[in-house]
């Protein structure tokens, strides 16, 4: 079946401006995950969805960025007033939900977001 | 504060010899440990896991080892291939935490001919 689908691929703007990230997870995933990598590190964790709710809004770095999902389906990550700090590559994971602990999540190929 | 860490940031390796890639974490919480696979412009791939209660799991080629006393796991592929080469990283999670992950930064492996 089909995998977990991110759109766009490529992202260049320019600082200041609002950017989204559109997520669509596997099928009949209740769980959804955000995640960046900036350049030299580790995946961070963003945001968590349990269907439409976020129980887990610990990683978003400020009130500039934010996550909506709908139909517990697709999710959209938004960035306001974007900043050079931003640039990075935006992983979208989903998994079946929810079992705690113990349940491997299944990556995107990611956007890759350029601030000028 | 890097709670999970894989100091080498690059391996090499012959093929056909062991690649063993390693991972250390400070977070004595944790309970579930994975290694997932990258190659250049896409999503990591999930390799194999571990859970807190066993030291060791294996799936075909590749065996990770926990030792919960050290907070260390390793990754070993046995034979190396060419194909094996991508980025490895290293993730953990603990009950309660709705299986968020928390990475290590990666090791480049590169399986040479």
């Known amino acids: 079946g089909a995998g977990v689908s991110q759109s766009p691929s490529n992202k260049v703007t320019e600082k200041g401006k609002d950017v989204e990230l559109r997520c669509d997870p596997i099928s009949g995933h209740t769980a959804l995950y955000w995640y960046r990598q900036s350049l030299g590190q580790g995946l961070e964790f963003l945001i968590y969805?349990?269907?439409?709710?976020?129980?887990?809004k610990s990683g978003l770095p400020s009130d500039r960025f934010s996550a909506e999902r709908t139909g517990g389906s697709v999710s959209t990550l938004t960035i306001q007033r974007t900043q050079q700090e931003d640039s990075a590559v935006y992983l979208c994971?989903?998994?079946?939900?929810?079992?705690?602990?113990?349940?491997?999540?299944?990556f995107g190929p990611g956007t890759r977001l350029l601030v000028l | 504060d890097q709670q999970v860490k894989q100091n080498s940031p690059s391996l090499s390796v012959q093929e056909g010899r062991i690649s063993i890639l390693n991972c250390d974490y400070t977070?004595?919480?944790?309970?579930?440990f994975l290694w997932y696979k990258k190659y250049p412009a896409e999503g990591p791939t999930f390799l194999i896991s571990i859970s807190s209660i066993k030291d060791k799991n294996e799936d075909g080629r590749f065996t990770v080892f926990l030792n919960k006393s050290a907070k260390h796991l390793s990754l070993h592929i046995v034979p190396s291939q060419p194909g094996d080469s991508a980025v490895y990283f290293c993730a953990a999670s603990y009950t309660g935490t709705a299986s968020k992950l928390t990475f290590g930064t990666g090791t480049r492996l590169q399986v040479t001919l």
């Open positions: 994971a989903s998994s079946p939900g929810p079992r705690e602990g113990r349940e491997t999540q299944y």
């Open positions: 977070n004595s919480m944790f309970d579930y």
């Open positions: 969805f349990q269907g439409n709710s976020a129980p887990d």
